[in-house]
């Protein structure tokens, strides 16, 4: 379940439940003043009643006190029957609780009637109030409560979800920001900064990541200026090494041993130098200091040179290699130098991983508004899960060929693709073998 609708739904509940008890309590008081007021109402009814027997003393007429007590009985339901006492016996006042049972639970009410009055000295009231009509009136109430307290709760809890979800949205947007902001620095983009997400503790979290995202990139940046200065400096000597002993071969004075010797260097000095060559080169992609200078140039020629560069070290290895230009390509905006490395990397990959006696072939065709350059070899191919990987820096797969080799080819190649505005990729199966292209647009 989504965070913010977790949100939502605890703060619809926590205002649900407080509505809920403030209801009762509320429902509770209402409850106790709804008795007292009907102890008010049976006290008013009986002072009422007494100050109209004295009225009607001093009238000297008891009619008013009858008059009085029917006006009272069709006001209070509940009074289920009146008399009064004059002329010496008690006479029922008529109409009163007609439709009221005359049940036991009667609650006798007297009136005495005063002393102190003249010819009516004797005048007293009777009344019966029902004690199942008062429950009921008290009931009926207690209902009307509880269905205003339903119809408040249910339009609380509907307010209460219309305001929460907002505020878990608002809270979750800002947890799924930071969330993506630690997805990508996962991935290596550390040089993201997040925007000020308010002062509370997600603002601090937020602040804490920027912190650490500032701090990684500058380890980061450190790590990167470190191997570019040390490969920098790593290769003038290889270089220096390299021409020496190359020179030392050349020469007839060698003898055969030592001669197996100084191939062996020279062999692990080259790759060292192809080693130290490619992790400069990534240093610099990396820094943005890699120096790219395209002009309008054929693509025709540098992958037909590059074939046949090729030709030689595939023929000794046992393969055949073979291209396919179609020579209607337009000249194309690109880094000759750069291209070059591309597809250096894709026919000696090609050359690592196919066995003897397999074939390469290296075409250059127009699909679309792309010239696509391909590699395709007969080799031992790739898993659907490795070629998504083998495109990142130092990402090599296990191969039974036990081809050498840092996995830093394809990045390269991948990031110069780029800075053309061109695709990369590769369509590969294993054991059948892999056609690697890149494609540049032909305006
Ligand atoms: N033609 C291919 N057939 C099968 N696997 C390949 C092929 N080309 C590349 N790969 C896989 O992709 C990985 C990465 O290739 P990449 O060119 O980046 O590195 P590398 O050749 O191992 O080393 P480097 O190019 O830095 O000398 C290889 O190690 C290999 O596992
Ligand atoms: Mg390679």
């Given at each position: 379940m989504k965070l913010s609708y977790k949100l939502a739904l605890v703060l619809s509940l926590a205002a649900s439940l407080s509505v809920l008890l403030s209801s009762m309590v509320f429902l509770g008081i209402e409850y106790s003043l709804l008795k007292n007021s009907e102890i008010k109402t049976e006290s008013a009814m009986k002072t009422g009643v007494a100050g109209i027997i004295r009225e009607a003393q001093l009238a000297n007429d008891p009619l008013i006190l009858v008059d009085y007590l029917r006006l009272l009985g069709k006001e209070h339901k509940e009074i289920g029957r009146c008399r009064v006492w004059m002329n010496g016996k008690w006479r029922d006042v008529k109409g009163i609780g007609a439709n009221l049972k005359k049940d036991n639970a009667l609650i006798l009410k007297v009136f005495p009637a005063s002393k102190t009055a003249g010819?009516?000295?004797?005048?007293?009231?009777?009344?019966?109030?029902s004690r199942s009509a008062i429950e009921n009136k008290i009931s009926a109430m207690r209902r009307s409560l509880f269905r205003q307290m339903e119809e408040t709760s249910g339009v609380f809890i509907f307010l209460g979800i219309i305001f929460a979800l907002p505020i878990g949205r608002g809270l979750s947007r800002r947890i799924q920001i930071i969330e993506n902001a630690v997805a990508k620095i996962g991935e290596g983009k550390a040089g993201m900064?997040?925007?000020?997400?308010?002062?509370?503790?997600?603002g601090r979290l937020s602040e804490g990541v920027n912190k650490m995202a500032e701090r990684l990139d500058e380890i980061d940046r450190i790590k990167k200026d470190f191997v570019a200065s040390v490969t920098h400096e790593l290769r003038s000597p290889l270089g220096a090494i390299e021409s020496h002993v190359s020179h030392i071969l050349s020469g007839k004075t060698v003898g055969e041993e030592d001669r197996k010797s100084l191939s062996l260097i020279l062999n692990n000095v080259n790759r060292l130098s192809h080693f130290v060559s490619n992790l400069l080169q990534m240093a610099k992609i990396e820094r943005g200091k890699l120096d790219f200078m395209p002009k309008i140039a054929a693509l025709s020629p540098i992958v037909e040179d590059g074939a046949l560069f090729f030709a030689s070290a595939a023929q000794k290895a046992g393969m055949k290699l073979d291209y396919k230009v179609d020579p209607q390509i337009p000249p194309l905006r690109l880094d000759p130098d750069l291209i070059t490395h591309v597809l250096a990397n894709f026919v000696s990959n090609a050359l690592k991983f196919t066995r003897p006696g397999g074939t390469i072939f290296v075409s250059l065709e127009r699909v679309g508004n792309w010239a696509e350059c391909s590699v395709k070899d007969t080799g031992i191919g790739l898993e659907e899960k490795d070629v998504k990987r083998i495109f990142a820096p130092f990402e090599r797969i296990r191969n039974p060929l036990k081809a050498t080799g840092v996995g830093l080819g394809l990045a390269i190649s991948k990031s110069i693709i780029e800075m053309h505005k061109g695709e990369i990729g590769v369509e590969s199966k294993p054991g059948v073998g892999s056609r690697f292209y890149f494609r540049l647009p032909l305006k």
């Open positions: 010819e009516l000295a004797s005048l007293k009231a009777q009344i019966w109030l900064r997040l925007e000020k997400l308010g002062r509370d503790e997600i």
